[in-house]
């Protein structure tokens, strides 16, 4: 099991990324915002490739499942943090951390 702490703790650690305000989430960001924090604490959004998404939803329904929107159609994934360890929770934030930092095309 993930906290809201914890993601704080780990996306902060990831060289560049700030934490600011993003409508109703705290929202991490290294070139692009590439993680939301929801204000309950209790879940995720994290910003992977349609095919990432695709795995991890096949993989661990239980931690992540698609947003039910056009943002969840390119690749936006959310994460039950009470599902998840703090391994994986890394590894997904690392994941997220890579699109964010990337240049666009």
């Given amino acids: ?5 914890d993601v704080r703790k780990l996306a902060l650690g990831l060289e560049g990324t700030t934490e600011q305000a993003h409508f ?3 929202a991490f960001k290294v070139r692009r915002i590439y993680a939301t924090l929801a204000a ?3 879940s995720m959004n994290l910003n992977l490739t ?5 795995f991890k939803t096949m993989l661990a329904p239980e931690i992540f499942s698609q947003i039910p929107n056009k943002w969840g159609l390119s690749g936006w994934t959310a994460v039950d943090l009470k599902a998840i360890g703090k ?9 997220a951390w890579e699109h ?3 240049k666009r095309p």
Avoid: S, V, Y
């Avoid at 099991?1 to 702490?5: C, E, G, N, V």
């Avoid at 349609?50 to 695709?54: A, G, K, L, T």
């Avoid at 391994?87 to 994941?95: G, K, N, T």
């Fill in 1 to 5: 099991m993930a906290t809201a702490t």
């Fill in 24 to 26: 109703d989430r705290a």
């Fill in 40 to 42: 309950d604490g209790k």
């Fill in 50 to 54: 349609p095919e990432e998404q695709e």
């Fill in 87 to 95: 391994a994986e929770l890394r590894a997904a934030l690392e994941m």
């Fill in 100 to 102: 964010g930092r990337a």
